[in-house]
Nanobody, 111 residues
């Protein structure tokens, strides 16, 4: 099955910003729920942002006020804008969208 294509990760200094993208293949039956997870070595996977078919996104307390997610249903693409990043946000970020999973993308934040 086709997976999602993630992009936009990389290395930034603390206080910087990155925008992650998560693109799904064309799928008229796409379930529009989007979940963004992150995982770093030695820690449990954490759900950092989620949006359902309708209603506003919800964020983990650890990222509230710094992350903003959005979704372009016409393009089957989801986005995660991450601002004012902190070093402990360094992790592999994984998108779940259209009932598919991304491959994971590395975000590294230096102090």
């Amino acid at each position: 099955a086709q997976v999602l294509t993630e992009s936009g990760g990389g290395s930034v200094e603390a206080g910087g910003s990155l925008t992650l993208s998560c693109a799904a293949p064309p799928d008229r039956y796409c379930v529009k729920i989007v979940n963004w997870f992150r995982q770093s070595p030695g820690k449990d996977r954490e759900l950092v942002a989620r949006v359902l078919n309708s209603g506003p996104p919800a964020y983990a307390e650890s990222v509230k006020g710094r992350f903003n997610m959005s979704r372009d249903n016409g393009k089957n693409t989801a986005y995660l804008l991450m601002q004012n990043l902190k070093p402990d946000y360094t992790a592999t970020y994984v998108c779940n969208y259209c009932s598919r999973w991304g491959q994971g993308i590395q975000v590294s934040v230096s102090s």
